[in-house]
């Protein structure tokens, strides 16, 4: 008779590109979105839970870094019949929902319709370090306005909510670009090809990365990279270039022209209200009315000429006026044409927010912490489902890496205290211990009855300091009897324990008996000590 071969054990380990989150972390993302939600729910946004799963066809292309609308995500076929279902995706951000849940629904939504989200996303991708296949994303979006106003209180509500969750004023920095003013850029230098284009973007979101020299190298003839490979350049002509290079220099350019004083305006510098940013104003580089007049009066100068930059100039002036007169200036959100991130997925205002903040990295090296955030402005989304243009704009916040900035500023990360354990010395009397311990959560503390095997003691004082708890409840036969109850501080006792003498332990005792009816008042005594 044939030996009837084991079923293998499956492999206890999590898939490549996943992770788990255990207690403090699942407790320290739920505040921080709570916070986050506060602010969103203050501006006027309603909360959306969307589906997690959708059509391929209703996610269409745009996943900003790939070229075929099934890849990048988790998708497969519905259906018996192979070849015959409809394909579904996991989704790979909270936007493409939104621009379906709005198509779908829109006769029964307010226009503009605002909403935020928050929840976990897909994407069918290499992992690496830090970089998961699943992690969450925290968004909001008008859907339905084409105000600048809009854009403006993206930003504004993007700073509030860094501050509310921890990043203090001046740690942080918003920076607000145009891809109008990009596509002004790009009609000034005479390049309509769709696919040179596309290569001049695909050049420019390399400039963090390669610098001015290795743009100008890729715009040009090309370049060796750092594996000693040759990349072909797009071939632009030097005066083409140097427009580009003004374009993402801008800071620096300005920088330089206020160091001399504020210069004549060069061009209409349009401003919020229709009027014109003009004259001489008396004030430093850092002020915000100047610089952004700096900025926009270079920018008029560069790509001015053309509609379509002007167009973008001038949102760039009212969104910078509606923020200046809610009092958000550039040590805040500020103009920066050097924000090329996403500038060729976005239709307008684009914003992404910084942490300037210095920390560590693997090596020891100092660095700024960089990007938590970004957003912008998208008409052509829901377009694809209505067939006509709906105006929206959004940001999305990255979830995990503003929890590790503020674990970088000890904002959170530290342990979490567990509950108190009420511990069982006869198990026949664990009605008792269950009304002690639904008399202490009554009160408002965590608590927990000790379930294992109770005898052996010791091993529940292991449990409770594997928890985490911050004290154990000990009532035997002969407290029971007196009317009394121990409670024994774990804190403190491991701190003594650590780090004092004898003596020490005589003046700090750690463990108390008091009347059974002064458990509760006890416990609040004892856990407000230990802070």
């Known amino acids: 008779m044939a030996k009837i071969k084991k079923t293998p ?23 921080m979105l709570a916070r986050i939600a506060g602010v969103y729910h203050r501006y006027g946004f309603d909360a959306l839970e969307s589906a997690a799963v959708e059509t391929v066809e209703a996610l269409g292309k745009f ?17 018996e019949e192979e070849g015959k279902g409809d394909w579904l995706a996991l989704r790979y951000d909270l936007t493409a929902p939104l621009a379906r849940v709005y198509a779908q629904h829109r006769n029964d939504l307010p226009t503009p319709y605002r909403r935020y989200a928050m929840g976990p996303v897909w994407r069918n991708e290499k992992p690496g370090p830090g970089r998961y296949r699943q992690f969450y994303q925290c968004d909001a979006d008008t859907v339905g306005s084409a105000s600048p106003a809009a854009d403006a209180e993206t930003c ?43 290569d001049v973007l695909r050049t420019i979101d390399k400039f963090d990365k390669v610098g001015e020299a290795g743009v100008r190298e890729l715009l040009g003839k090309g370049r060796l990279d750092a594996s000693g490979a040759y990349i072909d350049g797009v071939g632009l002509s030097d005066a083409q270039i140097e427009i580009v290079v003004g374009f993402l220099t801008s800071n620096l350019i300005v920088e330089e022209e206020l160091r001399n ?46 509609e379509i930059g002007f167009q973008g100039i001038k949102e760039l002036g009212e969104i910078s006026d509606l923020l200046a007169a809610q009092g958000y200036g550039p040590d805040r959100i500020t103009i920066d044409p050097s924000v090329v991130r996403g500038l060729g997925y976005y239709t307008g205002p684009v ?3 910084e942490l300037t903040f210095e920390i560590l990295d693997e090596k020891g090296r100092k660095r700024q912490f960089g990007s938590v955030a970004g957003g912008g402005r998208y008409d052509d989304l829901v377009k694809r489902f209505t067939g006509q243009e709906v105006p929206a704009t959004g940001v999305s916040i990255g979830v995990d890496r503003l929890l590790a900035a503020l674990r970088e500023k000890g904002r959170v990360g530290g342990t979490e205290s567990g ?7 006869d198990r026949d009397r664990m009605a008792d211990y269950m009304g002690m311990v639904s008399e202490i959560r009554a009160a408002g503390l965590r608590a927990e009855v000790y379930l294992g095997n109770p005898k052996n003691f010791g091993n529940q004082l292991k449990y409770a300091d594997k928890r985490g708890s911050p004290a154990a409840v000990i009532e035997g036969d002969d407290e029971k009897a007196r009317g ?39 416990l609040r005594e004892i856990l407000a000590g230990q802070g």
């Open 419 to 425: 509950p108190v354990v009420v511990t069982v010395m």
């Open 63 to 79: 996943l900003p870094d790939v070229e075929r609308p099934n890849e990048g995500v988790f998708a497969w076929q519905e259906g």
């Open 351 to 353: 914003f992404e927010a």
């Open 9 to 31: 054990r499956p492999k206890a380990e999590t898939p490549k590109g996943f992770r788990d989150y255990f207690g403090a972390e699942v407790t320290e993302r739920a505040e």
């Open 484 to 522: 009394v109850v121990q409670i024994k501080d774990l804190i403190l006792g491991a701190r003594i324990a650590e780090n004092a003498t004898l003596e020490e332990w005589k003046e700090r005792p750690s463990q108390f008996e008091v009347p059974r009816d002064q458990l509760v008042a006890k």
């Open 156 to 198: 504004a509500m993007l700073a509030d909510c860094l501050e509310e969750v921890g990043i203090p004023r001046g740690d942080y920095l918003i920076r607000v670009n145009n891809r109008k003013v990009l596509n002004g850029v790009l009609e000034a230098m005479g390049v309509t090809d769709a696919a040179q284009a596309a």
């Open 261 to 306: 004083g504020p210069p004549e305006p060069d061009g209409r510098i349009p401003g919020g209200m229709g009027e014109t940013i003009s004259g001489q104003p008396e004030a430093t580089e850092h002020d915000g009315r100047v610089w952004n007049w700096a900025i926009l009066d270079h920018l008029m100068r560069l790509v001015g000429s053309t």
